[in-house]
């Protein structure tokens, strides 16, 4: 199984939005709405954003949101703070009780 | 509150077997599975596998098969990944992760790195 395709860098201003795509195929992201994506600081363990494509866990900011359109899902950050520069990750299911990790996107906040 | 303790770093000689243990604590332990998620030096996340905890049943990466051991004991509420064989490239964080179901991973342990020098 093929790791998801991530953009390598994304970049924003403070109070601007951006979004990170995150490309599988029909017989992953395509066919289950199983998609999550993890914030990651360096030296720290992954923190859970989004699961289930578009849920937010308790405690996480409404700025960030997920969607899914055809075979790419995507998360959006609104209002871009500098405590949201990180590395970002999806994770999809790819059936027979697998998953799989996109490569990751480092955000940077300018 | 829910905390998953995971053991200390470990250093290796290829060809070797390492065990990584992860203990469960603030709910009950046979009630989510534990995923094994690793990262290499600098690289991104790779799930290696998962075992639910009330059957002891696990799933892994095929990349994984034959030389991961996914197993649990539920009196201490503790699972480990053992691998084998052990490369060079295997050097990374191995995170143990309480998962809800496919895609709801809320509880990461602390990591620990598993070592093999070249």
């Known amino acids: 199984q093929s790791a998801l395709t991530q953009p390598a860098s994304v970049s924003g201003s403070p109070g601007q939005s951006i979004t990170i795509s995150c490309t599988g195929t029909?017989?992953?992201?395509?066919?289950?709405?199983?998609v999550s994506w993890f914030q990651q600081r360096p030296g720290k363990a992954p923190k859970l954003m989004i699961y289930?494509?578009?849920k937010r866990p308790s405690g996480v900011s409404n700025r960030f949101s997920g969607s899914k359109s055809g075979n790419t899902a995507s998360l959006t950050i609104s209002g871009l703070q500098a405590e949201d520069e990180a590395a970002y990750y999806c994770?999809?299911?790819?059936?027979?009780?697998?998953?799989?990790f996109g490569g990751g996107t480092k955000l940077t906040v300018l | 509150q829910v905390q998953l303790v995971q053991s200390g770093a470990e250093v290796k000689r290829p060809g070797a077997s390492v065990k990584v243990s992860c203990k469960a604590s603030?709910?009950?332990?046979?009630?989510?599975?534990i995923h094994w998620v690793r990262q290499a030096p600098g690289q991104g996340l790779e799930w290696m596998g998962r075992?639910?905890?009330?059957?002891?049943?696990?799933n892994s990466a095929q990349k994984f098969q034959g030389r991961v051991t996914m197993t649990r004991d539920t009196s201490i509420s503790t699972a480990y990944m053992e691998l084998s064989g052990l490369r060079f490239d295997d050097t990374a964080v191995y995170y143990c992760?309480?998962?809800?179901?496919?895609?709801?991973?809320?509880?990461w342990g602390q990591g620990t790195l598993v070592t093999v020098p070249s």
């Open positions: 992760v309480r998962g809800y179901s496919y895609s709801n991973f809320d509880y």
């Open positions: 603030g709910y009950s332990f046979t009630d989510y599975y």
């Open positions: 029909s017989s992953d992201v395509g066919s289950y709405n199983l």
């Open positions: 994770c999809s299911f790819v059936g027979s009780s697998t998953l799989v």
């Open positions: 289930d494509v578009s």
């Open positions: 075992i639910n905890p009330n059957t002891g049943a696990t």
